[in-house]
């Protein structure tokens, strides 16, 4: 009787083994999905940006100033540069009601779009500095979402006061829109940092407990491709905001 106890312990013990190393060859795949999706999404991006910056395309969505010789965004640019905030409100919507193949598509044309606001970074600063700041944002985040992924500790309530300072700095900016105030300016840009460096870990933590192992593969891909544009909005904001502090105007 004993032994046939311990067989049907060592059987549950092995079965618990097995269904964890499954659940996390799964998780490990689900994230390398968020994440390919994440860097292609990058790629596709500074393309667009280079493009735009670098060919006949700038005039297409910029018109210079004869006055300052400073570029701003005619009436195209302007809808290049909203659209992808028009699009990630579509994709919230269509998460839950359209298909995996449509999600990827509105993707695609998110992170091409955002290469349009991108390009004014390329057109601003040094091709030098831009490297240099976008090498020092890819270790940066790398490290970041490792500790994300890797902690035991929640990091909800850390994420929800975050999610309360972004709001803040959002209507900071607004305010300095009018007051231009070079100080405000740089409270904005260190704050940027440091929110948008905390809601990195965050959400690498959030897209990990979202993930299922039950879900079917056309739901699993929806949740890759929405954990994919936060961790994108992450990166490239934490980016800008280095940017305002490490970049060489040219």
Same mark, same amino acid.
Do not use: C
């Given at each position: 009787?004993?032994?046939?106890?311990?067989?049907?312990?060592?059987?549950?013990?092995?079965?618990?083994?097995?269904?964890?190393?499954?659940?996390?060859?799964?998780?490990?795949?689900?994230?390398?999905?968020?994440?390919?999706?994440?860097?292609?999404?990058?790629? *596709?991006? %500074? $393309?667009?940006?280079? &493009?735009? +910056?670098?060919?006949?395309?700038?005039? !297409?969505?910029? =018109?210079?100033?004869?006055?300052?010789?400073?570029?701003?965004?005619?009436?195209?640019?302007?809808?290049?540069?909203?659209?992808?905030?028009?699009?990630?409100?579509?994709?919230?919507?269509?998460?839950?009601?359209?298909?995996?193949?449509?999600?990827?598509?509105?993707?695609?044309?998110?992170?091409?779009?955002?290469?349009?606001?991108?390009?004014?970074?390329?057109?601003?600063?040094?091709?030098?500095?831009?490297?240099?700041?976008?090498?020092?944002?890819?270790?940066?985040?790398?490290?970041?979402?490792?500790?994300?992924?890797?902690?035991?500790?929640?990091?909800?309530?850390?994420?929800?006061?975050? *999610?309360? %300072? $972004?709001?803040?700095? &959002?209507? +900071?900016?607004?305010?300095?829109?009018? !007051?231009?105030? =070079?100080?405000?300016?740089?409270?904005?840009?260190?704050?940027?940092?440091?929110?948008?460096?905390?809601?990195?870990?965050?959400?690498?933590?959030?897209?990990?407990?979202?993930?299922?192992?039950?879900?079917?593969?056309?739901?699993?891909?929806?949740?890759?491709?929405?954990?994919?544009?936060?961790?994108?909005?992450?990166?490239?904001?934490?980016?800008?905001?280095?940017?305002?502090?490490?970049?060489?105007?040219?």
């Amino acid at each position: 009787m004993a032994t046939q106890g311990q067989d049907r312990f060592t059987t549950v013990n092995r079965s618990r083994t097995v269904d964890q190393a499954e659940m996390d060859l799964g998780l490990r795949d689900y994230m390398l999905r968020v994440y390919n999706y994440m860097a292609t999404g990058l790629a *596709v991006s %500074g $393309l667009v940006a280079w &493009l735009v +910056a670098n060919t006949a395309l700038q005039g !297409v969505f910029f =018109s210079v100033n004869p006055e300052t010789g400073m570029a701003g965004p005619n009436l195209l640019g302007l809808i290049g540069m909203f659209g992808p905030l028009g699009l990630l409100f579509a994709m919230m919507y269509a998460a839950h009601k359209s298909s995996a193949s449509t999600l990827q598509a509105m993707y695609w044309a998110f992170v091409a779009l955002q290469g349009i606001s991108l390009s004014l970074i390329l057109m601003m600063y040094t091709g030098e500095s831009v490297m240099r700041v976008f090498f020092i944002t890819a270790a940066s985040f790398a490290g970041l979402s490792l500790f994300g992924y890797t902690t035991k500790r929640d990091l909800s309530g850390f994420g929800s006061f975050l *999610v309360m %300072g $972004l709001i803040g700095l &959002l209507i +900071a900016m607004v305010v300095n829109i009018f !007051v231009a105030s =070079s100080m405000l300016m740089f409270v904005i840009s260190a704050a940027g940092v440091l929110i948008f460096a905390g809601l990195t870990a965050y959400y690498t933590q959030e897209i990990k407990l979202q993930y299922s192992a039950d879900a079917d593969s056309e739901t699993q891909t929806k949740g890759a491709i929405m954990g994919a544009i936060t961790l994108y909005l992450a990166f490239i904001n934490l980016f800008q905001f280095l940017m305002m502090f490490l970049g060489q105007r040219e």
